[in-house]
C-alpha cells in the first residue's frame, strides 16, 4: 500500500484480484462492490469480503 504523508487511511478493494479502488470507510467498499455488482450481505464473511490488516471497523495507521 502506497501512502503520502498526510494522507488519512485508506484500504485497496480489489475484485478478484483486480485493484479496482481506494476505500476510505465501508460505505465505500459497499458502493465499489456494488458498482460492479457485487452486493453483500454480511460483511463479516471470509467468503466474500477479507479485511487485510485489521477488521471492517480498523481505518487507522498502524
Same mark, same amino acid.
Given at each position: 500500500? $502506497? @501512502? ?6 485508506? @484500504? *485497496?478493494? !480489489?475484485?478478484?484480484? !483486480? #485493484?479496482? &479502488?481506494? &476505500?476510505? /470507510?465501508? *460505505?465505500? #467498499?459497499? !458502493?465499489?462492490?456494488? %458498482?460492479?455488482? %457485487? =452486493? %453483500?450481505? +454480511?460483511?463479516? +464473511?471470509? !467468503?466474500?469480503? $477479507?479485511? #487485510?490488516?485489521?477488521?471492517?471497523? =480498523?481505518? /487507522? =495507521? $498502524?
Amino acid at each position: 500500500m $502506497r @501512502r503520502k504523508p498526510g494522507s488519512p487511511p485508506f @484500504r *485497496i478493494v !480489489e475484485i478478484d484480484g !483486480e #485493484v479496482v &479502488a481506494e &476505500a476510505k /470507510t465501508v *460505505i465505500d #467498499v459497499l !458502493e465499489v462492490c456494488s %458498482i460492479f455488482g %457485487i =452486493t %453483500i450481505h +454480511d460483511l463479516d +464473511d471470509p !467468503e466474500v469480503v $477479507r479485511w #487485510v490488516g485489521g477488521d471492517k471497523f =480498523t481505518w /487507522t =495507521t $498502524r
